[in-house]
């Protein structure tokens, strides 16, 4: 067995680094903020740090706002990483609402002795998502916790944006009659997050479909306004999870068909050996939407013609009972009209 | 030596319960919506709960946010805990740049095994804390780690808020001629906090400073408008960090006395026994503020007439050079005129 490569203490985050002295003022200039703005090398900072951020300016829109924690174990998976997912995740809620995101603010919570190219890594990561998001990081805090007190890193972002107008999407707000829509195969990320995981090292070829969904979702609202009555995105807890809330805060019953839903088949097959349902798994780069029925069509054509929505189909429709719960048709038989004569004849 | 008492496992944060599924939804219903919101027991969301909050209107007003992570260990401790903390300092964050704090995010991470009676006492702190500052929680976020990848539970609060009219205040500020004023003295929360541990255990009064700050922000505001420089809350790091964070952002040197600096004799005595330079403990509940000497007897009267300013004293000033550098003159003898025939005339 060979001995690991002697550790250097200044390639480590110290407790100083959390400490809001010189260790911290050096972790910001040197590290962080290139990182974070994507210019590279260490340098001083062009403007003071305030204690607070001065947001952009929202005109008349409503002023959005949403805030995520992430503990993504391991840190780096197929397809992303702590970093982006925390972007997106964020970015996304705000999408939701029918909203442009337009600023970050970005807390990290970090365990003393990580190792600063790790740090760097996922900063970096942040700030390339963020920009390819179009969205500014305005503000932020580090603390840094003793050894064996957190998991490597936390990172919680907040979101802002505003809502764009015309759209006004709730919860609360599916309808009877409304079609369901899906942007994308669901399972990706979950199963990429557990695949790579020691515990179940399975071999597969999944990546996470983290992304932003945001010009989705402008893209849906300028073909169905508000007709786009609900968006989600189903992350923590799946599909199962979104479609349930959307039933009970709305009063109404959603029915969905499975084999309308696509699941890649590598999912599937993870899923089977993990005993998972893939309508429970966390996905972080698909949104469902409930469309009033005249504009599905549209906004099903909108969503396919957009980076991200390709794959987009019609999962189900939302009936007025019983309220509050998801069902899935499993299993359908076309009925067929009678072709002749059935039994003897009764009447 | 007892047993002790046996646990039941429903008194305990699950990991369950930061799925995103039932659990989780009950953990909400249940739990923390009834203590952030102090209506008391359990019972169903009036709301559906959104991806995203919609903050309030801020008309022309600046938009300002703020985030922090807290990371308290112990979590209660003489003056407060982490719930109030977590509120105070991003409230504070917000009146430093001359804002009033209106609405709050609020992210925690939870590890697994956490007592419910814990999440429910610090909730109801948040809450409590919120309300008396005057302010909202409008969103969240809840995740739970497994058993020993967190202590216990850390916080990440951000605050919004819109710049007072008239207002504008920024490190970068300061000028040569302004004087420094301190809204109350130093060093109770760092030493409180301290006094707790059992590593130190040292018998003491203290109880930290933790408060919301912005009705003094107004008031100093009101009394001097723009002549109001420079607001900083010397949080972690203590006041020699803000004081040089001021004093590189805006190129000047900044002169403290240190005879006018409010100690208390048992922050004063618990830092002798820690070895600990009081400057640089972390406060919770006061401010430093630079103000265009003209305007500052003005701005000091309306501290001393708010409620936690009433200790405020001038404690420097502002010099231009050596810029970016801050001393404090620790022993000051009075030069006086000679009074009669020096030495051998000379001239």
């Known amino acids: 067995m060979e001995c690991p490569p002697p550790v250097d203490e200044t390639d ?8 809001g002295g010189r260790l911290s003022a050096e972790l910001l200039d040197d590290l962080l903020l290139p990182a974070l703005s994507g210019t590279g090398g260490p340098g001083r900072r062009a403007v003071p740090l305030e204690d607070a951020a001065v947001l952009p300016a929202t005109g008349a829109a409503e002023l959005l706002a949403s805030t ?6 391991p840190l780096f998976f197929p397809g992303g ?30 365990e003393e002795g990580l190792p600063l ?22 503000t932020g805090d580090t603390q840094v916790v003793n050894r064996g007190a957190a998991d490597q890193m936390f990172i919680t972002t907040t979101a802002f944006g505003t809502r764009l107008p015309g759209m006004r999407t709730s919860a609360a707000y599916a309808q009877p009659g409304d079609t369901v ?58 599909l199962a999870t979104s479609l349930n809330e959307i039933a009970r805060d709305s009063a109404v019953s959603v029915e969905i068909e499975e084999a309308a839903i ?34 599905a069509e549209a906004v099903l054509a909108a969503m396919r013609a957009t980076p991200g929505g390709e794959a987009a189909v019609a999962i189900g429709r939302v009936r007025d009972w019983p309220a509050g719960q998801v069902t899935m048709v499993a299993v ?3 009925v067929e009209m009678p072709t002749g004569e059935q039994f003897p004849r009764i009447c």
Chains 1, 2 share one sequence.
């Not at 982006?84 to 919570?109: E, K």
Request: aromatic residues 2%; contains cysteine; glycine residues 12%.
């Open 68 to 73: 995520d924690c992430f503990v993504a174990s």
């Open 262 to 295: 696509p699941v890649p088949e590598a999912v599937a097959t993870a899923c089977d050996l993990l005993g998972l349902d893939v309508l429970q798994v966390a996905n972080a780069g698909c949104l469902v939407a409930f469309v009033a029925a005249p504009q």
């Open 332 to 334: 359908r038989h076309v």
């Open 12 to 19: 480590l985050v110290l407790l100083g680094h959390g400490a």
């Open 181 to 238: 829509l899906l942007s994308g195969p669901i399972g990706l990320h979950g199963t990429a997050v557990l695949s790579t995981r020691e515990v179940h090292g399975f071999e597969s070829e999944i990546a996470s479909d983290t992304r932003p969904l945001h010009h989705l979702v402008r893209a849906m609202g300028a073909a169905g306004g508000a007709a786009v009555h609900v968006l989600r995105d189903p992350s923590r807890g799946g």
């Open 81 to 110: 990483d702590i970093g982006s997912l925390a972007v997106h995740g964020s970015v996304n809620d705000v999408a939701m609402m029918g909203g442009r995101p337009t600023a970050l603010a970005v807390a990290l919570i970090l």
């Open 117 to 138: 190219k790790i740090l760097d890594r996922v900063a970096r990561s942040v700030g390339t998502a963020a920009r390819d998001a179009g969205v500014a990081v305005v």
